[in-house]
């Protein structure tokens, strides 16, 4: 028996070690939402499919993946790359927007005018990872279809810690048990963005279908671990963790079909 416990307390030790070891993720993150000109969006991914996405690794960049609302009402195109840091990250588009392969594309793809409209064409987020999201890379599995969630809450005032301290111990686990794939966790990068530093938090979730998503966020909000996790970090805080009004905002996407993420 006192050699079970040794080796049980052997086997904790080493778990909690390479919990300890687990390499920080330093890279810079970039969320870029294009909205096409009217007619133009099958143009806009052709030119990322066929020529953008290979430039981009090219010069550094790391492509995570690329997307667009399954309601896309407004034209819109969502993607997320990767980079080593700021400074990689403008040297890495200085480049791009240099090289010729790049420069021939874009003229020949405008031929027939611009493929983003005129007024507010691109936004730009810049991001980093939580301390308790999945590793951030590509992620697809052949033969299988999902839908992806873009999740982003604006905490309220001072309890964006208490809200990710509750994703890191309980949410993130509760949303696996229903169903739901963590895909990456996200702040808003410190001094490099206009607003939203402190109050927001952006994830992706992946669900077999819009449905699906329903039924795991139904089953999720019933389950008593997660109701008692909400009433005490509520109590902590003493109110909501997240704004009242547009504190959670939804959007399902679908990945393109050039997207490394599917």
Same mark, same amino acid.
């Given at each position: 028996?006192?050699?079970?416990?040794?080796?049980? &307390?052997?086997?904790?030790?080493?778990?909690?070690?390479?919990?300890?070891? =687990?390499?920080?993720?330093?890279?810079?993150?970039? #969320?870029?939402?294009?909205?096409?000109a009217p007619g133009k969006l099958d143009a806009l991914n052709a030119r990322f499919r066929d020529h953008t996405v290979k430039l981009f690794e090219k010069h550094g960049m790391k492509n995570i993946g690329y997307w667009v609302p399954v309601k896309n009402d407004e034209n819109k195109l969502y993607y997320v790359i990767a980079h080593k840091d700021k400074a990689a990250r403008d040297a890495s588009f200085k480049?791009?927007?240099?090289?010729?392969?790049?420069?021939? &594309?874009?003229?020949?793809?405008?031929?027939?005018?611009?493929?983003?409209? =005129?007024?507010?064409?691109?936004?730009?987020?810049? #991001?980093?990872?939580?301390d308790y999201s999945p590793a951030i890379k590509p992620s697809h599995t052949p033969g299988t279809e999902r839908v992806f969630e873009m999740r982003t809450y604006t905490a309220s005032k001072g309890n964006l810690d208490a809200l990710n301290a509750r994703f890191r111990d309980h949410t993130v686990k509760l949303f696996e048990k229903h169903g739901m794939t963590n895909l990456a966790y996200f702040t808003y990068a410190p001094k490099l963005n206009k607003s939203g530093e402190d109050v927001t938090l952006l994830y992706f979730l992946a669900h077999k279908s819009e449905d699906a998503a329903k039924a795991s966020f139904d089953a999720f909000r019933k389950d008593a671990d997660w109701v008692a996790a909400k009433e005490a970090s509520e109590k902590k805080a003493g109110g909501s963790l997240t704004e009242k009004e547009g504190g959670v905002k939804s959007l399902f996407l679908k990945p393109t079909d050039y997207s490394p993420t599917k």
């Open positions: 028996m006192r050699r079970l416990l040794c080796l049980s &307390a052997l086997l904790f030790a080493a778990t909690a070690a390479l919990a300890e070891d =687990k390499p920080k993720d330093t890279m810079l993150y970039e #969320l870029r939402i294009y909205t096409a480049a791009f927007g240099a090289d010729p392969d790049w420069q021939k &594309a874009a003229k020949e793809s405008e031929k027939d005018g611009p493929l983003l409209v =005129k007024v507010n064409p691109i936004q730009v987020v810049f #991001l980093t990872a939580t």
